[in-house]
């Protein structure tokens, strides 16, 4: 299975501030919805929270240290290692890793490609995503667009491979 981290990021790393966004920009939530679109997403537990909802259209897998944590319309597990057996279980050929932080360092050495959202700001955060090493990791797609009335910020597209 392909595991596939998707996140969005500020010129500085950072992805968010007291577990929110840190922007709006539309098409970096049709870009999000249309490559995860039914798939397994995973995330943890506070991720989860920010969201407060299944997202539709998508196998919901929540990690939450908590054993008596659930929520309707999700597959909770107690770590990433589970998590991910039980995206195997669904019989998908990608699985996406959604968030948080945490999640996404512990997934960073598992990962076979990054749908990465560079948004042209530097921006105060809490959490950030692990700088992306390019001996490691090589940009194989990359679309810019310029900041316009529904975009505060110019953004890119960019998908890395992990190098073979």
Same mark, same amino acid.
């Given at each position: 299975?392909?595991? @596939?981290?998707?996140?969005?990021v500020s010129n500085n790393n950072a992805i968010?501030?007291?577990?929110?966004?840190? =922007?709006?920009?539309?098409?970096?939530?049709?870009? #999000?919805?249309?490559?995860?679109?039914?798939?397994?997403?995973?995330?943890?537990?506070?991720? #989860?929270? /920010?969201?407060?909802?299944?997202?539709?259209?998508?196998?919901?897998?929540?990690?939450?240290?908590?054993?008596?944590?659930?929520?309707?319309?999700?597959?909770?597990a107690t770590n990433l290692s589970d998590a991910?057996?039980? /995206?195997?279980?669904?019989?998908?050929?990608?699985?996406?890793?959604?968030?948080?932080?945490?999640?996404? @360092?512990?997934?960073?050495?598992? /990962?076979?490609?990054?749908?990465?959202?560079?948004?042209?700001?530097?921006?105060?955060?809490?959490?950030?995503?692990?700088?992306?090493?390019?001996?490691?990791?090589?940009?194989? @797609?990359?679309?810019? #667009?310029?900041?316009?009335?529904?975009?505060?910020? /110019?953004? @890119? #597209?960019?998908? =890395?491979?992990?190098?073979?």
């Amino acid at each position: 299975m392909i595991i @596939s981290l998707v996140v969005a990021v500020s010129n500085n790393n950072a992805i968010g501030k007291n577990n929110q966004l840190l =922007w709006h920009l539309p098409n970096d939530l049709k870009f #999000f919805k249309n490559t995860t679109w039914g798939m397994p997403v995973i995330m943890g537990r506070k991720t #989860f929270e /920010a969201v407060n909802k299944p997202l539709p259209g998508r196998i919901n897998i929540v990690i939450s240290r908590q054993s008596s944590w659930h929520a309707d319309g999700v597959i909770v597990a107690t770590n990433l290692s589970d998590a991910l057996k039980k /995206a195997v279980d669904t019989n998908c050929k990608k699985t996406f890793i959604i968030g948080g932080g945490e999640i996404y @360092s512990q997934a960073m050495n598992m /990962a076979h490609e990054i749908y990465l959202t560079r948004v042209d700001a530097t921006i105060e955060g809490d959490t950030f995503f692990s700088e992306l090493d390019e001996h490691k990791w090589q940009l194989t @797609s990359n679309h810019n #667009f310029i900041a316009d009335e529904k975009h505060v910020y /110019a953004y @890119s #597209f960019q998908i =890395w491979k992990i190098k073979p």
